[in-house]
């Protein structure tokens, strides 16, 4: 066993990273993204979001770093670099972050069904049927996990096609003025694109369960990389569909585009559209509760599923008594900009004490 205390039967290859990391940065934020890129960089929202992406490679590169000095998991390095006690202190913010993130994505693929598909049905019933699918699925340890992970990847991609349907009613002028935003504008698209490509940091917590797991780094960037360019076919794509305009004032753009599908056996594609997204859905919200169970496990010393059924019951009461898109937007708000800031400071900061200490010969 290595310092996280996880055993060689449970782990995977290190080309499952590639999944792990993929599978987690495409979900509900995928849906809705364009509309708030647009309104900060129009038509050079497409470098705001190649700017994302290479941040979240150095991040990568960074986590990498860390372990190759620390081996474990994040639990490990924080112990490492500030001691027990406030180690203990920063693990537990990362834990509340992955369930946070966990959370904010399920309610918020909640309200897409309720909006699109099934007004009178309350949200406190999908949430019961996702937390059962989740538990179960986490029943199965991280290798049946992991499965999830590749098999939402090979069965959503054929979505794609609902993306080159649309560009047969594209408008390609639409891409134009390219350059003419500011930096400053840039950076803001950039911190807009945040939550769409959130989710590699997961590999803090699961890293321990990857075989020779250095060697799944160049997995992990590609994942991060193959993410990074779907968002920026999409979100051209959407350009050149919508106006301007018209991609500010639609929330759900890659969904409403599929409206436009039309197939002799099929009236409402968007109807399938929607239901499928929910194999892209569930690893998103499964690793996010693993890795803050499992935070919880290695923090606290007890077993995995009881956290995991503490966390059940809050997302549940919250499903009953206060989900609108109030409490949603004060998720979002939680995740966005104060996860991403705490995510892109905080590792930085830790693989720099770490580096230190090892030069003081302290580790």
Known sequence: MNQA??????????FYAFFLVHSMQTGVGVLSFQRVLAKTTGTDGWISILLAGLIVHIMIWVIYKIFSIVPGDIISANNQAFGKWMGNFFSLLFILYFFFLGMTVMISYI??????????VPSW???????VLIYYIHTGGFRTITGIAFLSVLLTYWLLFVLFYAMKYSE???????????????LKGTRGT?????????IVMYYPFIKNAKTSQ????????????????????????????????????????TSVVELPFIQRFEYIDVSWWAIIIIPNMTIALWSASRGFKRLFNVQQKYPLWGMSIIILLT???IFDIDSL??????????????IALYLPLLLAIIYIKKMRKRI
């Open 319 to 321: 499903n009953i008594f």
């Open 125 to 131: 019933a999908f949430s019961v049927v996702f937390l």
């Open 194 to 202: 945040s939550l769409t490509l959130l989710g590699f940091e997961m």
């Open 172 to 186: 390609f002028t639409n891409l134009l003025p390219v350059f003419h935003h500011t930096l400053l504008d840039i």
């Open 218 to 257: 160049k997995y992990a960037h590609w994942g991060a990389l193959t993410t990074t360019l779907i968002t920026v076919f999409v979100y051209l794509v959407s350009l050149v569909f919508y106006s301007q305009k018209q991609l500010e004032l639609t929330i759900w753009p890659t969904l409403s585009m």
């Open 5 to 14: 205390g996880v055993n060689e039967k449970y782990k995977v290859s290190p």
């Open 111 to 120: 309200n897409v069904i309720h909006v699109w598909m099934f007004e009178e």
């Open 329 to 342: 937007y004060i998720l979002n708000k939680i995740i966005d900009p104060y996860g991403v800031l705490f």
